[in-house]
């Protein structure tokens, strides 16, 4: 999909679309349209100092959450045979 969506951008521009400045400004913004009463100070909370990244879970095989310690076991089998 980020792909597709690249393209479609890119389709866009070069038909003459044009997009605002700042999503997070004036009337039918970023923040009405995907939550109703938002905290803007909570944008910048902690900017700096907490990353998101490091609290997600890379995926390093095409399977499903649980089954990832599975697959990896496997490959670490196949690579010290």
Do not use: C, W
Not at 19 to 26: K, M, R
């Amino acid at each position: 999909m980020p792909t597709r969506s690249g393209v479609t951008a890119a389709d866009l521009v070069g038909a003459g679309f044009t997009g605002v400045q700042d999503v997070f400004e004036g009337s039918r913004n970023f923040f009405d349209r995907f939550r109703g009463e938002p905290d803007r100070a909570q944008l910048t909370a902690g900017l700096g100092s907490r990353f998101g990244i490091t609290a997600t879970n890379i995926k390093k095989y095409a399977v499903g959450s649980p089954n990832q310690t599975v697959v990896n076991a496997g490959q670490s089998a196949v690579h010290a045979a």
